[in-house]
C-alpha cells in the first residue's frame, strides 16, 4: 500500500499538471479520491483538485474561495482538522453559505476529510476526502501512517520545483563549473558574451539564484549540471 518508490515514478512527467493528474489517480486507489490542494505562496490561492469539473467551475463561479471555512480553521501546521460534509452536525458556528458549501462538496463526492499542513513546508495546505463514511477514512489514514504526509510533501516538492533548464543554459553553466569566464564560454559556444549572459540570467532566475555561483550550485545539486572535467571531452 501507498508505495512511495512508484510514486516517484508516477511524479516523473516533466509538466506538473500531468504529475498531479497522476497523483490523484494514484491515491483515489487508496480510497483518497477527492484531494484539494491549496496552492497559497502567490497574492490569490490557487486550487487543485481531484474532484470532478463541474464541482470546481461551480466553486469557482460561486466565489466560494471568499468564504471557504477551511483558510479559517485549517491552515496550523501540524493540527489536522476533520472535514467534510459528514461532519455538517458539528460544524453550526460556520455561516450559511460555508454549510452549503461543505453541504455541496458532500453531494459532488467529498463525504468526509481531513486537513493536513506539513511543518517546514510552506505555502501548501491539503484537504483530503473521500466519499467513504468519517470511521473507514480513519482505518484508512491510520492503514497509511507516515507514508502518507511524505507522498504528501514529495507532491508538494514536484510541484514547487523551478522550471526545468534549457539546453543552452545547461551548456553555459558547465563551462562555468570548468572556470571559464564570459567571452570564454561565448567563443566556445560560437555565441556572442551577451548571448551568454542571457543564459545565466535565465538560469539564475528558474534556479532562485542571486549570483552565477549560486545558479551553478543549484544545478549541481538538483543533477542537471555536470562536475568539471565532464564538459570539454564533448
Given at each position: 500500500m501507498l508505495d512511495l518508490v512508484h510514486l516517484m515514478e508516477v511524479l516523473t512527467p516533466d509538466d506538473a499538471g500531468t504529475a498531479w493528474t497522476r497523483f490523484s489517480n494514484y491515491a483515489a486507489n487508496f480510497g483518497l479520491d477527492c484531494l484539494i490542494?491549496?496552492?497559497?505562496?502567490?497574492?490569490?490561492?490557487?486550487?487543485?483538485?481531484?474532484?470532478?469539473?463541474?464541482?470546481?467551475?461551480?466553486?469557482?463561479?460561486?466565489?466560494?474561495?471568499?468564504?471557504?471555512?477551511?483558510?479559517?480553521?485549517?491552515?496550523?501546521?501540524?493540527?489536522?482538522?476533520?472535514?467534510?460534509?459528514?461532519?455538517?452536525?458539528?460544524?453550526?458556528?460556520?455561516?450559511?453559505?460555508?454549510?452549503?458549501?461543505?453541504?455541496?462538496?458532500?453531494?459532488?463526492?467529498?463525504?468526509?476529510?481531513?486537513?493536513?499542513?506539513?511543518?517546514?513546508?510552506?505555502?501548501?495546505?491539503?484537504n483530503l476526502g473521500s466519499g467513504l463514511p468519517p470511521v473507514a477514512l480513519a482505518r484508512l489514514r491510520r492503514a497509511l501512517g507516515e507514508r502518507l504526509p511524505l507522498a504528501l510533501r514529495l507532491m508538494q516538492m514536484r510541484l514547487a520545483a523551478p522550471p526545468p533548464l534549457s539546453a543552452r543554459e545547461v551548456e553555459v553553466l558547465e563551462w562555468l563549473a570548468e572556470g571559464l569566464r564570459t567571452k570564454e564560454i561565448a567563443h566556445r559556444m560560437s555565441v556572442t558574451s551577451v548571448t551568454v549572459e542571457l543564459h545565466l540570467r535565465s538560469a539564475r532566475a528558474k534556479l532562485g539564484a542571486r549570483t552565477r555561483d549560486q545558479a551553478l550550485l543549484q544545478a549541481v545539486l538538483r543533477g542537471a549540471v555536470r562536475l568539471p572535467g565532464r564538459v570539454s571531452g564533448r
Open positions: 490542494l491549496y496552492d497559497l505562496r502567490g497574492d490569490k490561492p490557487e486550487i487543485l483538485t481531484s474532484m470532478r469539473e463541474d464541482w470546481t467551475a461551480h466553486y469557482r463561479a460561486q466565489g466560494y474561495a471568499d468564504i471557504d471555512p477551511f483558510f479559517e480553521h485549517c491552515l496550523t501546521p501540524g493540527l489536522s482538522v476533520a472535514t467534510g460534509a459528514a461532519h455538517l452536525s458539528r460544524l453550526r458556528h460556520l455561516g450559511a453559505a460555508q454549510r452549503r458549501l461543505i453541504h455541496e462538496a458532500g453531494e459532488a463526492g467529498f463525504r468526509s476529510g481531513f486537513s493536513l499542513v506539513l511543518p517546514g513546508q510552506p505555502g501548501f495546505a491539503w
